[in-house]
Every structure is written in C-alpha cells, then in structure tokens.
C-alpha cells in the first residue's frame, strides 16, 4: 500500500519542463511509448522529437528496452490520452537546451553549421541540435542574392549572439571568412608587383570593369584595360568563373587596391601592322569618328587610321561630315604606316579616278593672250628701251643716255 501511495503521489510530480527517464516500451509507427520511469506515467516520444531528417526510420534511434533522457514538452489530452496523464517527450529539445546552455557566454567562438534552409533574409542553421540563425549581410564579404545554393552545406561560423530565454542565436559566416583572408590578404600582396603576369579567376563584372581573384585578395581590370578594342560592357569579353591572365598595373596595399590589365597579355592592334597594312594596301574600314581635319577609319580592331580631309574626295570638301557619317563603311587606300607612333596615313580618293584636268582655251584674236588676263607688268629693275634720232647733230651719246651712260662699259 506505501508503494502504491507513493506511485499515485508521483504523478503530480511530472511537470512540462523536466527532465526525466523514460524506458522504451513500444515502437509502432513512426513513435515510441515511453514510461517515465519512478512514476506511473507514460509519455510518447516520436521521430520528429527525435531528428529534423523527416525520412528517417526511427527503428534506428530507438528500441524496446532503451533508456533515454528526455524533456516533457506537453501533457497530451483528448482522445489520445484517454482520459489518463500522457505527456510528449523530446530528446531533440533536450539537446537543444543543453547545447544552449553550454553555447551561453560563448560570443567569439568560432562552430561547424550545417544549413538547413533559406529563409527571409539569411539561412536557418543547424548546431548540435539548435537553430541559428545568419544574416544575409553575414554570409560573405559581399551581399549574397542566391542563399539557397548553400542549402546543405556544412561550414564555420562566428558566433555572434546567444540568448537561452529567447532562444536567440545569431551567427556571422563572414567574421570567418574575413579573418581566413587576412592571411591570405597580406600573402598575395607580399607577392604582388607591378609588372608581373599573373593567374586569377573571374569573381564578378560590373558596369566599369571585372573583378578578378587572385588568391586573397580581388583586383579590378578597369573597362578601359579589358580590350584593345572598345568594350561596352565588360560581360561581353569575360565571364564570371572563367581563368585569366592578368598583368599586374598597380598594387596599393594600404588601400586594399590591385589595378590589372587584361589587354596587355594579348597582341597589341599595331603589333606586325607594316605586314597587316602595307603601304599601298586596300582594306575595308568603318568611319569611327569625324573631326574638322578629317575622318578616323577603323581597319582593325584597335586600329585606327586618318582620312585627311584632302583625301577624302578630288573635288573640294569644306567639312567631311558632308561627305562622311559614323558607321559608315568605306574602302581606303594606305599611303603611310608608322608603327612607333601608331598612324596610319589613308585615301579614299585614291581609289577613284582623277578627273579629266580641263584645257585652257586662247584667243587668237588676243595674240594667244587670254580675254581675260591682265597685261604683263613690266619687269622690276629692267633697262628702259630707247629709240636713237636719225641725226646725233647737236647731240652727244652720253646727251642723250645722261645718267646710264658709264664709259666703262664701251
């Protein structure tokens, strides 16, 4: 009779929130029935209370005869309990609090997470058996659009926040991976010089150029710098993942700055030009630009020669735009190539016949002087012609020439 006073008094003793021992009495299904043990109470555990793998059997975590501490999560009432005290039991939750309990005061350190979903603004991690949680602005050193694709995924995370009582528990993936190129930072640059010729990866492109990875750290090849050719968007020429040779233009270390050069890994436009372009060669163009003194004319990509507004046609252009647009495709004439320099001297009218030069037509009724020519002026510093008299009397010669006459010259 005491024990059975003492078995009935124990009942009330069973509260949501304990710990307790429960034996496995029965498994069916997919839950166990469990008896609390030193009281007269049953409690019943299922796989969800057992594991988040939804499509686990649960013949492999639990077994008749097995003993196992548990957490009272509620006390089942209704049809399931039948009128007698059930209470649902949870080994997961217990987990969940003792790992809580040893995570409190533990900021800073540094756990393996596995990630068990996506969720609205970060992913929803697992750590021995409690929920974290990652901000998307604390997944990566830059804003991470795509979470879902570390679905799964295991890795390190900072701990940032504990909290038990509001079951509050905030993790920073970036704190790690910030910390984990720090070394790697200072490595790259220690062997980062201007001039090199480096291998880097694609990380991403934007309007003004491609960052490119090179190992701890992330340098940028300016639009300007990804093509000998003009370049309208930077996705046109490399894309993201692809393997690059890069030339290394400028390293600020204390900026945290790399600047790149994709083009000058590859064959300059003028590179062999005397051999593409000899003088005296047609090729086909595309007017670039017009100015005042004439037409730029792309032949090759990156290459670009001058139409001088006197080679553009035989007859007389006051401004090429009226012979010329941008876009246009024409056919030049080179006339001259300076590499060192990089010009190139071209003709359109070279490549047209020259007109007929029109012939002058005389007068023979003018003595072949044209009607509408002037008279020659006489000649500058020319002797003066003059007519001697038929009779010299009362006349000397030098009389007559006054100042011209120098007896010298008889």
Known sequence: MNEFEELLNSVGDVKVGDVVSGE?????????????????????????????ERDADINDFVK????????????????????????????KRLAARKAFTELEGKEGEVVTVKVAKDVKGGLSVDFNGVRGFIPASMIDTYFVRDTKKFVGEEFDAKIIEVNAADKRFILSRRAVVEEASKAQRAEAFANLHEGDIVEGTVARTTDFGAFINLGGVDGLVHVTELSHGRVK??????????????????????????SLSLKATQPGPWDDIEEKAPVGSVLDGTVKRITDFGAFVEIFPGV???????????????????????????????????????????SIKALTE???????????????????SKPRAPRRN?????????????????????????INNF
């Open 24 to 52: 496995i009495l029965t498994v069916e299904g997919d839950q166990a029935t469990v008896a609390i043990v030193g009281t007269g109470v049953e409690g019943v555990l299922t796989l969800r209370e057992l594991t988040n």
């Open 64 to 91: 008749a005869g097995d003993v196992r501490d548990l957490l009272v999560v509620k006390q089942i009432v209704g049809k399931e309990s039948e009128g007698a005290n059930v209470y649902l039991l949870s080994e």
């Open 233 to 258: 968007k930077p996705s046109d020429v490399v894309k993201v993942g692809e393997t690059v040779q890069v030339k290394v233009l400028k390293v600020d270390e204390e900026a945290g700055r790399v």
């Open 304 to 346: 670009e020669g001058l139409v001088h507004i006197s080679q553009i046609s035989w007859e007389r252009v006051e401004n090429a735009k009226d012979v010329l647009s941008v876009g246009q495709a024409v056919q030049v004439k080179v006339l001259d190539v300076k590499p060192a320099e990089e010009r190139i001297s071209l």
């Open 354 to 372: 020259a007109p007929a030069r029109k012939e002058r037509s005389n007068d023979s009724d003018n003595g072949g002087q044209r009607r509408d």
């Open 382 to 406: 020319a002797k003066p012609e003059y007519t001697l008299p038929e009779t010299q009397e009362g006349f000397s010669l030098a009389d007559f020439l006054g100042d011209d006459f120098d």
